[in-house]
């Protein structure tokens, strides 16, 4: 009786693990990749035929007057005022010429909906320098290394208060120069702030594909190589909120968009912060589940007063 039930034990996951296999192997058409299993690590190719890919270029707009940068008065900390030549400000509105940088660009549905995609091997770095985050937007592909880097020497610590993931708050001491993290879920967006330095703020875009960008300051963003059909894109920005717009990729050409945000948005901004990014919902990200909802302009105001 004994031995029989230890020889079932030991027979038993055999016979369905044999099982598994040959469910998997029974449906497959051949010469495609193995379909992705829970748990299995990424794959290393792209999940589609890239010779079909077709890309979008952009460009985000600011119209009307941006509020002023407010001074960061960084006297309790030597060491990162003495690496500023000018006087430090806050960073929301990275304006300059109608053109409008730090808003995170991202696919928010379309047909790479499901597609498991490559994870990047190098890591997004975000670096404690001057006592800002440098970037102050940053994209992240899901399981991506990012590293937090602190090229100041002196104590940063790093709170991130997404509510998809797991939130963190790693304390880097001046002589912990990289300290790396995961993120395991999509998330729009994942604010960061430092304690020490109130007045530190950066925002985090958690994608499960890699076409996502932040605008540059010329406010130009790039979106390579995706499979050809109709898209959403999403804009996001930290005092304006979200826009959208539908476009449509087609093989070897380049669509272009334009995204415009208004002075006047930043007074009804609803801006999406840790809220869950669901590919099937179409509608505005911070509606529906109730378990996240509008975010108060960011730490730097918070720090300010
Ligand atoms: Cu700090």
Request: with cysteine.
């Amino acid at each position: 009786m004994r031995e029989s039930k230890q020889l079932f034990r030991v027979l038993m996951p055999m016979v369905l693990a044999a099982a598994a296999a040959g469910c998997g192997g029974g449906d497959s058409g051949g010469g495609g990749a193995p379909a992705a299993s829970e748990g299995a690590a990424a794959p290393a190719a792209m999940p589609f035929d890239v010779a079909t890919a077709g890309n979008v270029s952009g460009m985000v707009m600011f119209e009307g007057t941006a509020p002023a940068p407010a001074a960061i008065d960084m006297a309790s900390e030597a060491t990162c005022a003495a690496k500023h030549t000018s006087p430090p400000t806050t960073e929301d509105f990275k304006v300059a010429g109608g053109h409008l940088g730090d808003v995170f660009i991202y696919v928010r549905s379309g047909p790479t909906d499901g597609m498991t995609f490559p994870v990047p091997a190098e890591a997004a770095v975000i670096d404690q320098s001057g006592c800002q985050y440098v970037p102050h937007v940053t994209g992240v592909q899901v399981g991506q290394t990012l590293t937090f880097r602190n090229s100041d020497g002196v104590l940063h610590n790093v709170s991130a208060s997404p509510t998809v993931n797991r939130p963190f708050n790693i304390g880097q001491p001046g002589a912990v120069r990289e300290t790396n993290r995961t993120l395991t879920s999509p998330e729009i967006m994942v604010p960061l702030r430092c304690q020490v330095h109130g007045w530190m703020n950066s925002f985090v875009g958690v994608t499960a594909n890699p076409y996502q960008a932040v605008s540059s300051e010329g406010g130009t963003f790039d979106l390579r190589n995706l499979p050809p059909g109709q898209y959403v894109v999403e804009a996001w920005h930290s005092r304006l909120g979200t826009q959208q717009q539908t476009v449509t990729v087609t093989t070897g050409q380049t669509a272009q968009i334009t995204f415009t945000f208004t002075q006047a948005m930043i007074a009804s901004a609803v801006v999406p912060m840790g809220a869950p990014l669901d590919p099937h919902d179409h509608g505005p990200v911070a509606m529906g589940t109730g378990s996240t909802g509008e975010h108060v302009h960011g730490a730097a105001a918070a720090a300010g007063s």
